[in-house]
């Protein structure tokens, strides 16, 4: 059919990507499932047309990888010439943990990877400054270069959206950084260089130990600082791109491979968020932060 919507997420082989793309396909709209690992894309696609959702499709993207963005762009371009919804969903958390002791910071079930605690995390988890460099090129420059090379497809759709999955920990409360904070919170000014400029300044921090002397997070560092990112990045191109709606959100504490198996949702519940910012309607806001189903004002 001329007319179907056409889909793409990354790193979409397994967690909250596979059930996004699962409830897409349900909605009759052609996905396009991406993975960095041939093999687990294959096999995650298959899986989606064993349970009767035909129209799924794999095509290869390391979203840090400049060619695999370029190559899966063409891709979409030679046999969709549009594209309608774009979700950015693939991420890493920025950290090793010794799972045998990931216990001892567990209470409720939850990870309680929270400053305050931050002696107890360290003991179990590593973060090194090379795992932040890597970090937020995977979260945060992913997220921005899969969206610039998808823009002029995106452009042709009558309906665009794109979704930024991002996190609840990129929210402000995370950060006791003063300058951080109000640059952040400051939407007429915000632009992607002050982005830019201001990751460059946590990674210098991060190498030369001034996280706390500058109040940047202590614990899962890079990935808030990245979410932070993230959210920054949502509300200026939803401000830039008016014909286009442009949001990011929180899918809720999810146990996957990310979180370890911890937290209160299945992945299955994590996507509904994704998914219902993606079918927004045509007079849906843009530029916004959704916290799981609702939109939140608290950045
Ligand atoms: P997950 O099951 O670990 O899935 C992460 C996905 O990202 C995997 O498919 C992974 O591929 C992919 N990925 C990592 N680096 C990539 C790269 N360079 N190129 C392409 N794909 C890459 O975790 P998840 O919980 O579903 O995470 C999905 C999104 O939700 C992430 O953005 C995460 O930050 C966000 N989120 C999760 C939670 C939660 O509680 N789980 C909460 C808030 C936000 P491989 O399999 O090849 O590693």
């Not at 001329?2 to 793309?21: P, Q, S, W, Y």
């Not at 990877?113 to 973060?127: G, I, L, Q, Y």
């Not at 921005?144 to 930024?164: D, F, G, Y």
């Not at 992945?267 to 806001?285: K, Q, S, T």
Request: with cysteine; net charge neutral; proline share 4%.
């Amino acid at each position: 059919m001329a007319d179907k919507r056409v889909a793409l997420v990354t790193g979409a082989n397994k967690g909250i990507g596979f059930e996004t793309c699962r409830k897409l396909a349900a909605n009759d709209i052609t996905v396009i499932l991406t993975a960095r690992n041939e093999k687990n894309g294959s096999v995650a696609v298959e899986k989606l047309k064993a349970s009767g959702l035909s129209d799924v499709v794999f095509h290869p993207l390391d979203v840090k990888e400049p060619a695999s963005i370029a190559s899966m762009a063409k891709f979409v371009e030679t046999n969709y010439k549009k594209l309608d919804i774009l979700i950015n969903n693939a991420g890493e958390n920025g950290n090793a943990v010794n799972l045998e002791a990931l216990p001892s910071i567990i209470n409720g079930g939850m990870l309680q990877v929270f400053d305050e605690n931050v002696d107890k995390v360290k003991e179990v988890s590593t973060e090194t400054y090379e795992m932040a460099v890597q970090c937020l090129r995977t979260n945060y420059y992913g997220t921005k270069r899969v969206t610039e090379a998808l823009l002029p497809l995106l452009q042709l759709s009558k309906s665009a959206r794109v979704v930024n999955v991002t996190s609840f920990f990129g929210q402000l409360q995370f950060f006791y950084n003063k300058k951080f904070k109000a640059e952040m919170s400051d939407v007429e000014n915000l632009s992607e260089e002050k982005i830019d400029g201001i990751l460059q300044w946590f990674l210098k921090d991060f190498e030369e130990d001034k996280l706390k002397a500058n109040g940047w997070p202590l614990t899962v560092a890079a990935y808030k600082v990245s979410k932070a990112a993230i959210i920054a990045y949502t509300r200026i191109m939803g401000k830039k791109y008016p014909n286009i709606l442009i949001n990011c959100v929180h899918p809720g504490y999810v146990r996957t491979d990310m979180s370890y198996r911890t937290g209160p949702l299945t992945p299955e519940e994590g996507a509904r968020a994704p998914v219902m910012v993606a079918m927004l309607p045509d007079d849906g806001p843009s530029g916004r932060y959704f916290y799981e189903m609702q939109e939140s004002t608290t950045f």
